[in-house]
Structure formats: C-alpha cells, structure tokens
C-alpha cells in the first residue's frame, strides 16, 4: 500500500520550487560567456532574459520555497532545528540579493550593452559594461554558492 501523506506531497512541491528557482542560475555564466564570445550583439536581449527571469522563476520559486518549508517546519514540528533557521535566513539573503543587486545590475547592463553596441564596433564593449557584469558575476557565484549549502544543510541536518 502507498501511504502518501500531507508532509510528502508539500516536500516534493519544496523541492520542485528549488529546481525551477534556481537550476537556471547555474546556466548563467554560460550562457554570458558564449553570447560575449559568439555574438556580442545577444548580450542587451541575455541581459534582458536574465532580469525577467529572475524576477518570474527565481524570486516568484522563492515565495513557493518558502510557503512549504513553513508547512514542513510546522506539519514535522522541525522550527527549532538549525536547518530551518538556516533556510529561513538563506531565503531572505537570496531574495534581497536578487531584487536588490541582481535585477537592478541586469538592467543597467542591458542599458549599457545597447549603448556600447550602437556606438562602438559592435563587439568592443566598455569598462563601465565589465565592471557592471562583473558585479553580476560575483552575486551570481555567490548565490549558486548559497543555494549548494542551504541543499546541503537540509539533507544532512546538522
Ligand atoms: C533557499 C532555500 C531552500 C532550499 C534550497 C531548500 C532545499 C531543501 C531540500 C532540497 C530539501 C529536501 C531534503 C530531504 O528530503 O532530505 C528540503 C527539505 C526541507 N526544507 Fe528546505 N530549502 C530551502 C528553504 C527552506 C525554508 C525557508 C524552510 C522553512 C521555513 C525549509 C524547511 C524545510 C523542511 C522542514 C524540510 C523537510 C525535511 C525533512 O522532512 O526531511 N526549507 N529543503
């Protein structure tokens, strides 16, 4: 007999909210590094994806985290166990780095990459544009980074 309970049904959603949210983050750097090298005149429309996306799937799959990992922590008594606390915390760093570094610096890099396009060769791109992308790149490692841990921390539970 299969026993599917409440609890099982609300960790898979938890867990499908991860994947949708933030499997894409890891396909970023490639995705910048092959329309920087391929076709430089890709990057305002990959600048352009990225904000939409991380707005739509990243924070929008962060409010579905969150909402079942509150189901999880309350249906299995979990809240003062540290990987709660951890997630909660992971959450909201995430979701402010994304709305407040991450969108914002998409933006401005699309601005920029319209800009340097239209006036320069269409490939040369200027050091505001770099200095702008490389800040991305930064956040952006410094998330996939935390999300690897806060996977790791709610499958061994320290
Ligand atoms: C970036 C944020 C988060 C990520 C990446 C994440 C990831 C995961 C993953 C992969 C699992 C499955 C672990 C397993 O089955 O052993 C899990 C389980 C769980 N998560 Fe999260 N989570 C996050 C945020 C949260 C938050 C904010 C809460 C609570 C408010 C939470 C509470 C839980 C609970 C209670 C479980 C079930 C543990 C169990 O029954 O084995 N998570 N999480």
């Known amino acids: 007999m299969l026993a599917v309970t409440a609890y099982d049904v609300v960790l898979a959603i938890h867990i499908m909210g991860v994947v949708v ?4 983050v890891f396909a970023y750097p490639i995705m910048f590094a092959l329309a920087a090298k391929h076709d430089p005149r890709s990057l305002p429309l990959i600048h352009r994806i990225e904000t939409v996306v991380d707005r739509a799937l990243v924070n929008g799959g962060l409010v579905v985290i ?10 299995g008594k979990h809240w003062s166990e540290f990987f709660v606390q951890w997630g909660l915390g992971a959450a909201i760093v995430i979701g402010a780095l994304v709305g407040a570094a991450m969108i914002p610096a998409s933006k401005k ?4 990459a319209e800009r340097d396009l239209a006036a320069g060769d269409g490939a040369t791109m200027s050091e505001e544009y770099r200095a702008v992308t490389k800040r991305l790149a930064t956040v952006g490692s410094l998330l996939s980074g935390l999300v690897v841990v806060t996977i790791l921390f709610m499958a061994i539970k320290p």
């Open 109 to 112: 890099a699309q601005k920029l």
């Open 21 to 24: 949210a933030f499997g894409v």
């Open 66 to 75: 969150v909402g079942a990992g509150i189901f999880l922590a309350s249906d």
